[in-house]
């Protein structure tokens, strides 16, 4: 335990065990066979509990698995055995606000699959093969929502969706200082 | 790929509202990426295909080589476009193919562009992406960047660049190395994330040298860590440091004031942290453990079940090392037991058990009937052991733990959760006279209904152990007689014994038992031969056959139904532990030959086998046929038997004691290997030197050793047997006897020389010189020493055998052992002297325990048990002592292993 925290994988599943988004960070589960075997057991082993309004935990094959669930998506994040079980809370608080704050509120597998591009993005953020790069939820969607255009150009070529995100990436980053 | 395609669009069918990616097909979307080649680029719909291949690749598709590589192509066109949105799509692109080094080569300039872009987010992505594809020659191109990165204003930027740092460590850390002033710096940045990026690649580049790491764990202690995750990070670092520090100093803890102090931060991640870092600290104090349990007790309550749950964890652990310092948090536990999360509530049972008082129990007890329904078998295991372990610290609650044990026994359960109670059961009847009958009853209610053979039989043999000793064995005889009918073979051959044993040691019952036996000689099974081999085998219990049984259990009891004497043969035979090892039966049994002649128990060798690892060098060598001698040296104990008895010379010497392990005589790599095996007799030793020629131009002829015993003086040579030839890389052997006085363990030091006629061979064509050279070689010394004389012979229950063999002939003396390099070395050096057998897997000395009592059995020439407790003490400056309690059946016998002691 004298090494950094690491995630072994991070999972966004849908209501029925189905992938929306995953991304594993560890070589544990080498194959998607052994992938999906993974996903399969956390998510039968966790479907009954209420994950709905505290983020729940559980023991899994020598891992600790943290994980919430809000209208048909469950949120997962693994870490090893001996991992500090807030420090994945806290990952998983971040992934989950995030994506609430990218998807508008809206929250559920169809807004997550439109938005699959932020979700993956989002994903991008949090961790960096395996080390957390951001828990911040606000700092999180403010990368990935900076989906405008390139600083570089001129505001007349910025569509009206666009003008709008840089405004929220402008207020985000003001809420940070 | 193509096979499931369709089977996938099946799939989707069912959430056909839903998906934006209804009905997606990678060739397709394959198809779609054309557009990355379009003059006039669209930054949206780029996007869009990229996700879409994304999604594929996230589903688990897989592209091909050839798909792969186009897509990286046709991908690297869009670093035209300057929407940033596309351009974050492309950076997970790229990271995703993880290309081949000559593709990256096509990238390398773009994304070096990005890394020096004047937009924060080009920067920090095209550096993750940029140090995830690239291999070690590119990262001394770019090796100025990212040093420059790692320092830049933009957090996200410097992150970017230490974590891309942690990463390359592992594959390039001379060149990561080099920025560790930078480093430094990021350290102290005020950006929270960068300070932990930055502190966990310092302490990565620094962790081999303990000096610097203490250094920075003492900087950053007084200093301001901003950062939950970087201060959990110094948490771990300092407890390494402790850790270290321990052992070269004593006296008060270092910085265990700092974790004292994060235990008062106001994140929780920091102040679990640190809590769990003390309650795992070397030997910590009730004094230091206080505040951590204080804080974690606080959680415990908490509405948040991750926070919970991570408390009762580590609560659980400190329960088993220090149960005291937990009972203060028994009221909060009792309440998770009815926690929604089942591993809360199992994690809160079990550290109750272990910390519980005896008037607690009867509630704990009524709490964990209604919890346990509802858990799954492998939480249910641990509450069992708990149980046990409770009821043996609470004797007197064994009524209402073992009515808990024989209910939850009565309901469903996997084979591993069964076992678990009935081991429970067994032990709680063995450690607590009062629980016997009761739990003897629970048991055999089990095995009315059981469905697993094993547990079957195990229960069935316990029960012929203990039921006659209760105060009415009667009441069993109906549980086990209807084994007889109702089971399958191996359960009704362990009734059948069962049954014996009842009627052999209850005199009241003999003649009943012997009508019940009577009737199992019908029993059909019968593809018997010999049922001396079946009552062996039985010890195996896969080949027992239950009618022959049934008839040696007869002759036990008495064929007419009186009640006779029955011998001590028999006895033993019925219960005694067979200190035979099975495997050697087993051989025996394969050799022997249904004959007129019985099969004798006794010429069974008792030596424990030891694997030969040097035999297996040469495999597929085979003795041509019965009569020819084997080619390879022999090392088990029965092929010496087998060898030694083939030559005349030793026919007379009687039974083989014992066959020492291969003593090498030559260095390693010289001319000729020769090793030698002592065969010990009763009044005989046999030196077997096993040599090899490895010399391919040599032809080695009348090879004799000559053996000077001026140093033995006990020993007078009787026989030798010379090795006529011996051409290169075919071992042969050479045989010398000596006589000693009998029974006597005879020591003594001889000196080899080996004496030969050496032939040159031309190695091409194998033909050999007429004419050769006497010449001769010196071997090094060979040595019988007492451990020659012991046997090893385990027995599988020490305590048992200590107090049966009884006081009469102990003899106990201390020993100083001198300075030794640790506890472990001392304890094998004195195993390895006495060439005895450990039991109870007692040579495994725990790390850093300074005393440890070490068993050893063996037997002693001329057949005398003898069995040794060892106990040793270590003391400051690696000063070991001993003391040793010597048991066996003669005294000399006892007398001569401290002699063994003393001398060696």
Known sequence: MDTCPSIKNILLLDSEGKRVAVKYYSNDWPTNSAKEAFEKAVFTKTQKTNARTEAEIAMLEGNVIVYKFVQDLHFFVTGGEDENELILATV????????????????????????????????????????????????????????????????????????LATAREHLTRSLLK | MAQPLVKKDDDRDDEAEYSPFLGIEKGA???????????????RRCSQVITKLLYLLNQGETFTKIEATEVFFAVTKLFQSRDIGLRRMVYLMIKELSPSADEVIIVTSSLMKDMTSKTDMYRANAIRVLCRITDGTLLTQIERYLKQAIVDKNPVVASAALVSGIHLLETTPEIVKRWSNEVQEAVQSRAALVQFHALALLHQIRQNDRLAVSKLVTSLTRGTVRSPLAQCL?????????????????????????????????????????????????????????PAITVLQLFLSSSKPVLRFAAVRTLNKVAMTHPMAVTNCNIDMESLISDQNRSIATLAITTLLKTGNESSVDRLMKQITNFMSDIADEFKIVVVEAIRSLCLKFPLKYRSLMNFLSNILREEGGFEYKKAIVDSIVILIRDIPDAKENGLLHLCEFIEDCEFTYLSTQILHFLGTEGPKTSDPSKYIRYIYNR??????????????????????VDALKPRVFVLLRRCLYDGDDEASLFFINLLLMYKSKFSIVRDRATLYLNTVGSDGEVIETDKVVKDFLFGSLDIPLANIETSLKNYEPAEQPFDINSVPKEV??????????????????????????????????????????????????????????????????????????????????????????????????????????FAEVASKPLRSLPYDSPGQIFGAFEKPEGVPAVGKFSNMLRFIVKEVDPTTGDVEDDGVEDEYQLEDLEVVAADYVMKVGVSNFRNAWESIGPDFERVDEYGLGPRESLAEAVSAVISLLGMQPCEGTEVVANNSRSHTCLLSGVFIGNVKVLVRLQFGIDGPKEVAMKL?????????????HEIVASG
Do not use: W
Not at chain 1, 106 to 111: H, L, P, Q
Not at chain 2, 29 to 43: C, G, K, T, W
């Open chain 2, 484 to 505: 007889v009918h109702l089971e399958n073979a191996t359960v009704r051959a362990a009734a059948v014994s069962t049954l014996a044993k009842f009627g052999a040691m």
């Open chain 2, 609 to 714: 086998k030891t694997q030969p690892l040097a035999e297996k060098k040469a495999p597929g060598k085979k003795p041509a046929g019965l009569g020819a001698p084997p080619s390879g040296p022999p090392s088990t104990v029965d092929a010496y038997e087998k060898l030694l008895s083939s030559i005349p010379e030793f026919s007379d010497f009687g039974k083989l004691f014992k066959s020492s392990a291969p003593v090498e005589l030559t260095e390693a790599e010289t001319e000729y290997a020769v090793n030698v095996v002592k065969h010990i007799f009763d009044r005989h030793v046999v030196f077997q030197y096993n040599c090899t020629n490895t010399i391919p131009e040599q032809l080695l002829e009348n090879v004799t050793v000559i053996v000077d015993a001026s140093e033995a003086e006990e």
């Open chain 2, 29 to 43: 979307v394959l198809q779609e990426a054309r557009v990355f080649n379009d003059p006039q680029l669209d930054p």
């Open chain 1, 92 to 163: 998983l608080q971040g992934f989950f606000d995030a994506v609430g704050l990218l998807l508008r509120g809206n929250v559920d597998k169809k807004e997550a699959l439109e938005n699959l591009d932020l979700i993956l993005l989002c994903l991008d953020e949090i961790v960096d093969g395996g080390i957390i790069l951001e828990t911040d939820a606000n700092v999180i969607a403010g990368k990935v929502a900076s989906h405008s255009v390139d600083v570089g150009a001129p505001l007349s070529e910025q569509t009206i969706s666009q003008a």
């Open chain 2, 234 to 290: 110094l948490i771990r670092y300092t407890t390494q440091v402790i850790r270290e520090a321990a052992t070269t100093q004593t006296g008060d803890r270092p910085f265990y004031d700092f974790l004292e102090s994060c235990l008062r931060h106001k994140a929780e991640m920091v102040i679990f942290e640190a809590a769990r870092a003390i309650t795992e600290l070397n030997g910590v104090t009730n004094r230091e453990l206080t």
């Open chain 2, 885 to 897: 309690a010597v048991r066996s059946e003669d005294d000399n016998v006892s007398d001569m292993i």
